[in-house]
């Protein structure tokens, strides 16, 4: 009840001040009046008595703002009064106001951009099942560096000859031709091994996905299309499973759309329009894709070092065996310069668009400029330029790095942000374990940038 009552009572001063500040103004009066009355009494003139409750009780007007102030309308009263203030200050002041507000504007706006930025793609996990367990695997090169891209025969002798995984999948991406509705496009397809979705622990939207028994030479057709390209071109049609996509001349049937929030191996940004079995990658021509790249599910218990021991152990036999029987000695060294390197994969391939890449550029630069502002005020534009791209050079997931294993590789891999190889893995704590010493100087060699 008293809460009742003191928000009444704080409502009423605010909105009916003058009648409220009457009522207090007539409650002092007949205070001060008493007051008076019991000096009078003791035998004091009216002057000396009301000077001497004066002096006892101080300013009225002091008792006034004491009054005022016990309740909570006061803040409310004070802040509103501030704001009408500052609203006056900043109207005498154009020239000054814009500038402040384009300040606050500007702080407020990049801090936003930098956190979703940061929360998107270093923060947030993939949202699959147990995206911990998720690793990509990687190779050392002879001559030093790393590499993703594996023949397919690769990817089949790893997944069937190991005891550390409890699914592996490869996938490729690709541009390829799309009729629907007799209009022509080229739109973003990936081809994944069909365990894919068995392995993420990824369920369909609508409809269902596709397995490894839709992953098999002479089967029908069948398409898993992303939840943007179900909006964009069936306008979220739930009719669209059983409908006929044609891609490259060959009738696919579309069988289900993924969840609104998967965007494939990325937590966020584009993913693929459409996903199709590994079996079809040969048919629709993609004879320049030649290399896959590979993603894992560890074992419950299993350890990344565990995994990788038992990977080199089948991936070193592989090689020796593709080498055939005569091997010269300087082949066998290289053999066995080739070892696997886990790099995790919880949060994704963090490969952005060109949008977040341009913006991540930005960022750095901004980074990088307060660095030389710091060291030499009088750095030049020039000076500027030439160091960054010394740091870039020098950057492990550069674009030197790109893997040359096919032209179309190349293309593919040359976009791609130098966050994505080295600085996810530190920044998530995660250790990226090579049973070889060029994996342990690689990621010595992450772990110094500054």
Known sequence: MSLLRSLSDGLRSLFRKERVEG?????????????????????????????????????????????????????????????????????????????????????????????????????????????????????????????????????????????????????????????????????????????????????????????????????NPVAVISYDFWQRRFARDPAVVGKTLYLGRIPFTVVGVTSPRFFGRNVAGRSADVVLPMAFHTQLGLSDHDTFEIMARLKPGMTADQACADLDVGFQQFLTREAGSLISPQMQQEIRAQTIVLRAGSRGESQPTENFATEMRILAGYRFADRVRKRSESASGAGFGAAKRDRCASCPGSRASAVDSSIAHRKRLAGRSRWSFGTPVRQLGWQPSSCGSLGQRLHDSISTQP
Do not use: C
């Open 23 to 219: 009522e207090l103004d007539e409650e002092l009066r007949d205070f001060l009046e008493m007051a008076t009355d019991e000096k009078m009494k003791q035998g004091m003139s009216r002057e000396d008595a009301l000077r001497a409750v004066r002096l006892e009780r101080g300013s009225l007007q002091v008792t006034k703002e004491v009054v005022r102030s016990a309740g909570w309308e006061s803040f409310v009263d004070t802040s509103w009064q501030d704001l009408r203030f500052a609203a006056r200050t900043l109207r005498k002041s154009p020239g000054f106001t814009a500038v402040a507000v384009l300040t606050l504007a500007l702080g407020i706006g990049a801090n936003t951009a930098i956190f979703s930025l940061v929360d998107t793609f270093l923060l947030r996990a993939l949202p699959v099942k147990d995206p911990q367990q998720l690793v990509f695997i990687r190779a050392t090169r002879p001559k030093g560096g790393t590499h993703g891209d594996f023949p397919y025969a690769t990817f089949e002798a790893l997944r069937d000859r190991n005891y550390s995984f409890s699914g592996m999948f490869a996938w490729d991406g690709s541009r390829v031709s799309a009729v629907l509705n007799g209009q022509a496009e080229l739109i973003d397809g990936d081809f994944v091994s069909g365990n894919y979705w068995d392995v993420l622990g990824v369920a369909a939207f609508l409809g269902r996905t596709f397995n490894a028994d839709d992953d098999q030479p002479g089967k």
